[in-house]
């Protein structure tokens, strides 16, 4: 029976949903529509227009070109081979006419490659978070440190499907999920825009592939690229993200930075972009007609293909047009002067660069990231008074590690091992650490044997996976992972796609002597994405996922073990239990098609078990959700239908649920998924507390694309509403709701 104050509770919430309306549209300077007041001007639309064509006007075709490209690569590139701070690699402006630069400094961690920068976790960490507020304060820390280094163009937003978990990359991005995925690159561009520095999402698009990135087409057809992905770009673009980055990669046989369809008729036909595209570094750009005719603005990071020489000689040949030189550049002048700003640098100071704020900010990520699956007889959260001796190994256990070395490399001041963690939150208790090289089996089994507790550290490390940089590596079949002379140097990380899934040799040795000396046995894993744990997940008492960390990483692990710190990440993937019903990935292929399926999609479709679903994560507490409501029985054209649930924590530790909102399409007359994610929510609760949350569901979010009509249609019939804590929860809530009147 429904109680009597729920229609009074959904008009209370449709005037609280209205309000916060209003005040987005008030805040909308942080977005690239409203930039202008976010900026300090006062330019209109039309003052806007008449200040970039009056600089067209004004504009000789070297300056124009100039605005074409990127320069100071090759001081960039030096400096970050030998170890040296970098500058940031420049773009345009002129100083005749009062066009800014373009500033450029990377990525999605932290500033890339600057000494003492703060070290954030890897983005897969963060959508581990399932946290869009703690994003958004990461992407303004990020861009308080850009500022104060002098950029005001961000690479932060790496924001590509994990198709597949072996994808070297795969550390940053979000996770699987469009949906998910979408929600926290948004966040990331709010933060980061706030400060005036212009965001740019990469890599458009279907960039989930590292060791032949430069070269492979990846095939698929319309409705899996609408409904895939690019939906997690197009929330971005709405969110107004300053840029965009093409990806390296062929799409449907066309490289993806003179791709007319996805730079022209997607991108700003149909989602009204109004900001710049740029290329991928170095080989993003191989035609300079088809770039200009696709829409490729700026060539990053110099004039390889858009040089004055090349585009004077298309001109002359009458190839190009100087108005179609004209069309491309507009973007980029009025995106600048959207985001231009007269601020002193005594705003944004140097000493912001790594300062104490931003650490700790890095420590709550890591903390609040970090996804418990397995705590057999509540093994954990350990109790430092009744621990006596804690013996300590893993080949990760005294490494300073926080991802891969291309890209978006991080240097900070310090990172802090688990090793020195753990010891430093133990310093002053009565507890006697011992590390034990998991090498010496022997050593390992007896000590183990005489412990309280064991903690093995294990997983990957740069040179396993992340970005692939090829002139330090070898990246043949049947040698991915040969060295050769710079990467012995140390000066390269072998990096790329992982060939396999599971933990080395080594590692999973290392388990089995710990265990066969104690049951207490702990498992911390570190990896940039899912590692399956079927050799050894029986023998151990407690698994914990702690991906790259960041700097602050062995605190705030000390401080989960030890429950200080209630863990509340989730996955935002899929572990499988056999990666054999994963999608087919080879990273050395020329072609690779892309279904519509993969990570949970692909499980749920094919009904294969899963070893831990995706939004899986276990708590030091328990939480109960529990009295699902809809605001309707029927959604209709233009209408919203709102859902609400309670969620409890009934456990004696504060700690966070995230609710998790899944509409299915079981009625479907179409190919469709089983279930996808539409809503997710955390919630942070004292013992016994509770708390209402609500969803939203709009026609658009239950839409599929019509490749025939080239549109976005809803199915007439009825859609299934799960709620609970997982894609695979066994106590999800459930109701259905029936959808009318839809062509």
Known sequence: MKKPFRNTFFLSLFIQILLMSLIKENNYAMTLGGARKQAGHALSEEELDKWVTDRLAQMSLKEKVYEMHG????????????????????????????????????????????????????????????????????????????????????????????????????????????????????????????????????????????????????????????????????????????????????????????????????????????GYVTSDWMDGLHDAVKGIQAGMQVEMPSGKVYSYRNISKLLREGRITMQQIDELIYP??????????????????????????????????????????????????????????????????????????????????????????????????????????????????????????????????????????????NRRRDKPHKKTFLTRLGILGLGGDRPHLHLHPHDVEAIQAASAGHSRLIVCLIAGSAITVEEWQQQVGAILHTFYGGMEFGHALARVLFGEVNPSGKLPFTVPADASHLP??????????????????????????????????LSYTTFEISELALSSRTLCPGDTLYITAKVKNTGNRSGAEVVQLYIGFGHSTLDRPVKLLRGFQKVYLQPAEHREVAFIIKPEDISYYDPELKMWRVENMPHQIWIGKSSRDNHFLSDIFTVEGFE
């Open 71 to 274: 320069h100071g690569m090759l001081r960039y590139g030096i400096r970050m081979l030998l170890g040296l701070p970098v500058k940031p690699v420049r773009a345009g402006g002129s100083k005749r006419l009062g066009i800014p630069e373009l500033v450029f400094l990377d990525g999605p961690r932290g500033v890339s490659f600057v000494r003492g920068a703060t070290a954030f976790p890897v983005t897969m960490a963060r959508g581990a978070s399932w946290d869009p507020h703690l994003e958004e304060r990461i992407g303004e820390a990020i861009a308080r440190e850009m500022k104060a280094l002098g950029a005001n163009y961000s690479g932060a937003v790496c924001m590509n499907l994990l198709r597949h978990p072996g994808w070297g990359r795969a550390q940053e991005t979000y996770g699987e999920d469009p949906y998910h995925v979408g929600e926290m690159a948004v966040a990331l561009v709010k933060g980061i825009q706030r400060h005036r520095v212009q965001a740019c999402l990469k890599h458009f698009a279907a960039n989930s592939m590292e060791n032949n990135r430069f070269g492979g087409n990846i095939s698929m057809d319309i409705r899996t690229l609408y409904e895939v992905y690019l939906p997690h770009f197009r929330k971005a673009v709405h969110a107004g993200a300053a840029s965009v980055m093409s990806a390296y990669n062929k799409l449907n046989g066309e490289y993806c930075g003179h791709h007319k369809f996805l730079l022209t008729n997607i991108l700003r036909n149909e989602w009204g972009f109004k």
């Open 332 to 473: 980029v002048l009025r995106t600048k002067k959207l985001f231009s700003t007269d601020t002193g640098k005594n705003t944004y100071p140097r000493a912001l660069v790594g300062c104490r704020e931003h650490r700790s900010l890095a420590r709550e990520a890591a903390e609040k990231s970090m996804v418990l699956l397995k705590n057999e007889n509540h093994l954990l959260p350990l109790n430092k008074v009744q621990i006596h001796k804690l013996v300590i190994t893993g080949s990760l256990a005294d490494i300073k590690e926080t991802g891969d070395h291309g890209s978006s490399w991080v240097k900070p001041r310090y990172v802090v091992s688990a090793l020195e963690g753990i010891r430093s939150y133990l310093q002053n208790e009565n507890t006697k650490v011992e590390y034990v090289s998991y090498r010496n089996r022997a050593k390992l089994h007896k000590a183990c044997s005489e412990a309280d507790a064991v903690i093995v550290i294990a997983g990957t490390t740069y040179r396993d996976e992340g970005e692939y940089i090829g002139m330090g590596q």
């Open 584 to 617: 087919p990935f080879d990273s050395y292929a020329e072609e690779v098609h892309y279904g519509y399926y993969h990570g949970y999609t692909l499980f749920d479709k094919t009904n294969q078990n899963v070893r831990y679903p995706f939004g899986f994560g």
